[in-house]
């Protein structure tokens, strides 16, 4: 049930149907495959057709200061998953893949080297890793801080900027990010698709006389549900794994509040500002990718029937207008994908709505999910230390998965429960309990539990709180906070 290492059972995945996208000039940072390994087909393993961009993708990233030049270690990666020697590798449950049995300068060259499904469902199960379809993407993550781009008052007021942040992907600062967001088993996988579809069939010059589409997306929900996050972490994604078609990637934040000025009739005009900017980067060089991504979307596109009835001044109608044009304009560019968010569902404009290609509700976490998210929080505080686990089996990286605990911990008695899986039953309380509370509001429990639940007697020679008392803590937590919502 723990094993870290080596996962034998059988695999269901999605067959790659690769998207065979036309390399263009290799980036400094990015490197790729696009031939996939002709599945061995197994009596354990079932591939099943379902995306464009299913299957198992390795994701190797490089040391910025690695000598090596990334198309050679793209090679070996690629001839290292056709040789059959994969099959002796070592895969622990994030599938993160062991490098120590890989040449020393391979090894030296790359940061970490990730096996990693479209709905990035770990533990893996392989009965043997070079049967896997597999794309390699080979990149370095970038480390420079986001600028922001600022445009030019229109209107005498020299302390007013207006503008977005630029940030260069694929960033350090999103790393892990699209694999620490829980949702529905479907969720991140349609919104990859969708997009990589989307920049497929522009790729490939598809009449847009017959089919439609604006690489538009959409997606609503609640507060604190992962919109953002999750915008950010897919434009990450598609660094990663559109860069042999984009060498490079930009993800550009529009601050939507700052267009709004205080001088009367210049909202419109700002919005056409920003968007003439954003079609220069994007007609300037056509192989990079764009990414804008506008949060509260609303505050932008506020539906034109509620402003007028509200009596709002027609600025803000004019910034609407101004908005909708300018997405049609730039639609006629292949290489930008349009990302909005919003929690106001009624409030965004109809005819914005109408032109987004995929809208994704995103809803409060269900139960796996809420499991899912406070074990993450767990393994963290057991990685650094806070948390001790007097079971040394039960390591952070070993915590009972969610379908370890409903499909075999639930149904035994009590005393028949192993340690882990004890721990695994606790946890499975506090999720429960914790139904209605967003993916923001459950990460932010663990500190309140520590602070507010724990009590320092409980603690360890070496100042750690035993897992079992943490336990008890959080889900002391999680009730107080639910009972505190009521009525507010
Ligand atoms: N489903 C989830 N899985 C894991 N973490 C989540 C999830 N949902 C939210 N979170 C956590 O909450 C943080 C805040 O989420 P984010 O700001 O993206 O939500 P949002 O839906 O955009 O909220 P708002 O509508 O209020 O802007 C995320 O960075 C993440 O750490």
Redesign the pocket.
Known sequence: MHDTTKHLCTVQQQGDVSGALHPTKESPYCGQNNESISPTMTTETTWTRSSSCGGWHAEVSVRPTSASNLESIRSWWRNYFRSGQSESMDINREGEIDMSPLPQDIRGACIRATLTGDDSTFPVSFSSVNTIPCDVHVFILREEESCIEELQPTVGDDEWTAGCDNLSLPHISLESVWE????ESEVKRQLLSHAQSALLFSDKRVSSHIIQWNRMILLH?P????????CRALAHKLAIRQCHRFPRTTLLEIHSHSLFSKWFSTSGKLVSALFQMIRDMVEDDPSSLVCVLI??VESLAASRSNTSSNGDPTDAMRAVNSLLTSLDRLRHFPNVLVLA?T?LNGSVDSAFVDRVDLKLH?GL?IAK?RYQ?LRSCIQELIRVGIVHCSDNDTQGSDFPTYEEIHNQGEHKMDVSLSITEHYGVLLSKCAQQAEGL???SL?KLPLQAHALYTSSDSKLEDGSLPLEHFLEALFLAIKNDVEARVGL
């Open positions: 620490s967001l829980i949702f929900g507060p604190g549900t992962g919109k953002t996050t999750l949060d509260e968010t929690n995103i976490p999910a998210i967003s993916g923001r990460r």
